[in-house]
């Protein structure tokens, strides 16, 4: 798979670091309960579809991407530069 990073083109996976699905918000730091954190970290779901990700190039500009991909074909539909995202634009 190749992912076209916005700031140094087309790219091999290899190059990135996958963080997984970009929808969930982080609890509220130390007002959070343990439940709340949990849920965060460990529960996450495994959708068919398009999918909005996060990946970090490290191995490039070391910037974080949003990648729109369908999680049965691999096919990339968008990449653009995490804090420039439209947050819940995949579901």
């Not at 140094?8 to 954190?37: I, K």
């Not at 490290?58 to 995202?85: E, M, Y």
Request: net charge positive.
């Amino acid at each position: 798979m190749r992912i076209a990073c916005p700031h140094c083109g087309l790219r091999d996976l290899q190059e990135f670091t996958y963080l997984g699905d970009a929808s969930p918000s982080r609890p509220d730091g130390l007002a959070a309960t343990e439940s709340a954190m949990f849920d965060y970290v460990y529960l996450r779901e495994n959708p068919r579809g398009l999918l909005e990700e996060l990946w970090f190039h490290n191995a490039g500009c070391r910037a974080w991407l949003a990648v729109c991909r369908d999680t049965l074909t691999h096919t990339i539909q968008s990449v653009v530069p995490a804090n420039k995202r439209k947050k819940g634009a995949a579901a």
